[in-house]
C-alpha cells in the first residue's frame, strides 16, 4: 500500500489544521493508521493512531484533548484534525499503516510497514 500524506503548513499558535492520509495499492485489506511526528534534530514520535474499523483510538498525552484521528474507510482515507496548535508542534508528520486481521491499534514505529512520505507543520507563535 502507499501512503500520501497532504494537508501541513503554516499556522500560528493556536490555530487549527486538518492532515489527510489517502492510501492507493492494496487498499482492500485492513490496515490500522498512524501519526507519528519528527522535529529537527529530535527522535519521531507517536501522535495518535486508529484501528481500522476506526472504533479505536489512542493519543499521546501531548495532544490528548487537542487532535483528533478519524478515517473513512470508503475513502481509503485517514485524519488528523489538530486544534489548539502550539509551536511545539512544529514538525514533519507521517501517516503509516499497519496490516492487521483484529481491532487493535499500535502505538510504536516498528509496529508499522507502511509509511508516507510526511507533511510539514509549523506553527508560528
Known amino acids: 500500500v502507499q501512503l500520501q500524506a497532504s494537508g501541513g503548513g503554516l499556522v500560528q499558535a493556536g490555530g487549527s489544521l486538518r492532515l489527510a492520509c489517502v492510501a492507493s495499492?492494496?487498499?482492500?485489506?485492513?490496515?490500522?493508521m498512524g501519526w507519528f511526528r519528527q522535529a529537527p534534530g529530535k527522535e519521531r514520535e507517536f501522535v495518535a493512531t486508529i484501528s481500522r474499523g476506526g472504533t479505536k483510538r489512542y493519543y499521546s498525552d501531548s495532544v490528548k484533548g487537542r487532535f483528533t484521528i478519524s478515517r473513512d474507510n470508503a475513502k481509503n482515507s485517514v485524519y488528523l484534525q489538530m486544534n489548539s496548535l502550539k509551536p511545539e508542534d512544529t514538525a514533519v508528520y507521517s501517516c503509516?499503516?499497519?496490516?492487521?486481521?483484529?481491532?487493535?491499534?499500535?502505538?510504536?514505529?516498528?509496529?508499522?510497514?507502511?509509511w508516507g512520505q510526511g507533511t510539514q507543520v509549523t506553527v508560528s507563535s
Open positions: 495499492g492494496d487498499t482492500g485489506s485492513s490496515y490500522a
Open positions: 503509516a499503516a499497519r496490516l492487521t486481521v483484529t481491532g487493535a491499534y499500535y502505538y510504536t514505529a516498528p509496529d508499522y510497514a507502511y
